[in-house]
């Protein structure tokens, strides 16, 4: 399983570290959990890079390179870069859409922009959707979510690139999350201190999640089989453990600093923190709900 662990806040390098996980059994050692073995040159990206899509079927990686103002396509198989695709503000989020052969990226300079997924032509442009981050495809309505400005969820359809509403939040959201079976979204408001919990359907906010003791709450993954909510916290660097069923914290352990993305890995019971503060840290999420470190693997 390839593993998306390349992004932190903190990155300023001109390449890629692909990690993969290769070591599957539980008797392997806490540093034989990951290893790299690949880095992809990116010439001419300078400054950080954001957020991530991948397309399995046609083995492409999609990064955002919000301080080049590019969108960076790799091909995973060949180990190298096919596209450089210019002149965005500020990319901030990617979405990969199979059906419709699009790559859809939000800008922080207020659009989000749909591309062909091969000629990388512009298919659409959304304006007026300031700070756009993250974006989500809901399934089930394949409708897209993107998380913008001082407090919203803006609704697209995806095929026609317009916008169908907004669901309103106390702050601007970070990472966000949609149930499948359930029509809520988890949503991390740092401003507000607090998870929201947003039903969809409905298009409004139907319980709050404080986090007083957890602040800058950027980073979210989603367990849905287990009922578990991932969340990084920057300060104190902690990843917290919520049950989705009673909103109430389960657990919180030590992570690495200025985390802004973790993954959860449901074949192997792992999640995967990222952070600028130059680890990925690898945390065992099946062990009888101790949520211990099995490795802290050092990145640039």
Not at 188 to 206: F, T
Request: aromatic letters at 6%.
């Amino acid at each position: 399983m390839t593993s998306l662990l390349l992004h932190h806040r903190g990155m300023r390098t001109a390449f890629l570290s692909l990690a993969l996980t290769v070591m599957f059994s539980p008797a392997a050692s806490a540093q034989a959990v990951l290893r790299e073995v690949q880095r992809i040159p990116l010439p001419g990206v300078v400054k950080r890079i954001d957020h991530l899509a991948v397309d399995i079927a046609g083995q492409r990686l999609f990064v955002a390179a919000l301080g080049n103002g590019s969108l960076e396509v790799l091909d995973l198989k060949a180990g190298k870069r096919i596209r450089s695709v210019p002149g965005l503000q500020e990319p901030q989020g990617v979405a990969y859409l199979p059906e419709l052969k699009r790559v859809v990226v939000a800008n922080a300079g207020g659009t989000v922009v749909a591309f062909d997924a091969g000629s990388f032509e512009r298919v659409a442009v959304l304006d007026n959707l300031a700070d756009a981050d993250n974006l989500r495809i809901d399934g089930a309505t394949n409708q897209l979510y993107v998380g913008y400005g001082d407090g919203a969820l803006g609704m697209i359809d995806p095929k026609t690139m317009k916008r169908t509403g907004d669901i309103k939040l106390p702050g601007h959201p970070e990472s966000f999350r949609l149930e499948t079976a359930r029509p809520r979204i988890y949503v991390n408001v740092p401003d507000a201190k607090a998870i929201i919990v947003v039903d969809r359907k409905q298009r409004e906010i139907v319980s709050t999640v404080p986090l007083p003791a957890f602040l800058a709450n950027f980073p979210m993954w989603l367990d849905e089989a287990h009922h578990r909510l991932f969340v990084g916290a920057r300060k104190p660097a902690r990843l917290v453990i919520l049950d989705t069923e009673s909103g109430h914290p389960v657990a919180d352990v030590a992570c690495v600093g200025d985390t802004d993305d973790l993954f959860y890995d449901s074949e192997r019971g792992r999640v995967y923190v990222i952070g600028g503060e130059g680890f990925v840290d690898v945390f065992d999420a099946k062990n009888g709900g101790r949520y211990e470190r099995q490795a802290r693997i050092p990145v640039a």
